[in-house]
């Protein structure tokens, strides 16, 4: 069986958990195949708000196997934190939670290395969430890193000292004030390191290649968006992996051609967490709307989103590069109230117009062209079937399909599982 995908295709933070604990019950397993605790995925139920971090947004649900695979980063820490809250909650994760043996760790060197870099980095700053992911996949890439398979070997407990070793004086050479006590970090990081070990760790590739044998139905989760991709995204202003659908292959192990349904996630207007250029931006009251409303606040940095109009040439990039089949559109109610919106439709770059996504989306290059809509002013928080959308908001999607050639199958009008409108 074919192995469907989700991912966000702006720049995070659309909304992938909920969807993906939307659609759960639908699938046997449930995937993360790239990221680690740089991500916040919040799922709201039953009146509660729960944020992931690492663990797969399929874990609330009793049926689903959530599986943390290769391509992800993990760290214990945050790892073991995400555990402590389920276990308050009684979720009985013990037999339902797999972990990638070749799955990297994230080291508590790894975070201080990412805050030296980014310290050293003055105005020119990424805007990381100084998760230490950065430093992580660079391990990886450069063959030194540590896997949670070595945690079953004897030696890597030595191997983790060199390493660390090795990164204290790479922090030494950044020359930044970055106060730590190395200790106090690894007392924790150990404690976590057992905790991690009393999970099951499975050679992933071979268990989801049985699993479709087997017929049962996978669901792969991304984290970030599309345009934080180290290869597609906003470059250098990205995360470390690939957010985007060849992610999935990559950081699962699945075959291109076992790849089936491609769920697209946006939100109906755009937002942007860090540094790095966003053509679509607004410095107005409009934007600061948006911002309130949609209470714009990163889920695992605290830190406020930059708000703008949707970038229709961003997101026909998204989904051209990942091959998308259906379209999610999320926080549609925070748009309620707006007497016109806008919709970025072509760039004019170097004072021409054009369609596309170019090299340079820095703002002195590029200049947004935009199509307005008439607003709506209904409320439509309490609304459960696609008959109740507003004229207007239909406009507004038909619009979206149109020009995407894709079909929006889910409206979402709020955080909670029940606020989800299915269209066909
Ligand atoms: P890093 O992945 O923590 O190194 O951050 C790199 C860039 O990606 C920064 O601009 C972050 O704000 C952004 N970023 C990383 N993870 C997320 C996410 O889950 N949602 C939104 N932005 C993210």
């Given at each position: 069986m074919a192995v469907d995908l989700l991912l966000g295709l702006q720049w995070g933070d659309e909304g992938k958990g909920k969807i993906v604990d939307v659609l759960t019950q639908n699938y046997n397993i449930i995937a993360r195949f790239q990221g680690g605790p740089n991500a916040g995925h919040t799922l709201v139920f039953n009146g509660k708000k729960h944020v992931l971090h690492?663990?797969?947004?399929?874990?609330?649900?009793?049926n689903a196997i959530n599986l943390v695979g290769n391509g992800v980063v993990i760290d214990p820490v945050i790892f073991k934190g995400e555990l402590d809250k389920l276990d308050e909650q009684n979720i009985d994760y013990k037999k339902s939670l797999l972990i990638s043996r070749k799955a990297h760790i994230i080291l508590p060197t790894h975070r201080l290395l990412d805050a030296a870099s980014e310290a050293s980095k003055g105005k020119a700053k990424i805007g990381s969430t100084l998760k230490g992911i950065g430093p992580t996949y660079m391990d990886k890439t450069g063959r030194n890193g540590i896997r949670v398979g070595d945690l079953e070997l004897s030696d890597w407990k030595e191997r983790y000292r060199n390493l660390a070793d090795k990164h204290e004086s790479m922090i030494a050479y950044y020359d930044v004030d970055i106060e730590y006590d190395l200790k106090e970090l690894e007392d924790a990081f150990f404690k976590a390191i057992d905790v991690l070990k009393s999970l099951t760790f499975i050679d992933s590739e071979e268990y989801i290649y049985q699993a479709q044998k087997e017929g049962q139905s996978i669901l792969a989760e991304g984290a970030q968006g599309s345009l934080l991709d180290i290869d597609f995204g906003t470059y250098p202003f990205v995360t470390s992996s690939n957010t985007t659908a060849a992610g999935a292959c990559t950081g699962l192990g699945v075959a291109p051609n076992q790849i089936g349904d491609v769920f697209g996630i946006f939100k109906a207007y755009t937002t942007r967490v860090g540094s790095g250029p966003f053509p679509t931006e607004l410095f107005d009251e409009d934007g600061e709307t948006m911002g309130r409303v949609g209470n714009e606040f990163g889920a695992t940095t605290g830190r406020r989103r930059r708000c703008g109009w949707l970038d229709l040439v961003a997101l026909k990039y998204a989904c051209q590069v990942n091959g998308v089949t259906q379209l999610m559109m999320m926080k549609g109610d925070v748009l309620s109230g707006f007497k016109t919106l806008k919709v970025c439709t072509a760039y004019k770059y170097k004072g021409e117009e054009i369609a596309h996504l170019p090299y340079n989306i820095e703002p002195e290059n590029v200049e947004p062209i935009y199509t307005e809509f008439k607003g709506w002013n209904e409320d439509l928080t309490g609304m459960s079937e696609a008959s109740q959308l507003p004229s207007e908001l239909n406009d507004y999607i038909a619009f979206l399909e149109k020009e995407l050639e894709i079909p929006i199958t889910i409206v979402s009008v709020?955080?909670?599982?029940?606020?989800t409108i299915f269209r066909n």
């Open positions: 690492t663990i797969p947004s399929g874990i609330f649900h009793d709020g955080p909670d599982r029940k606020q």
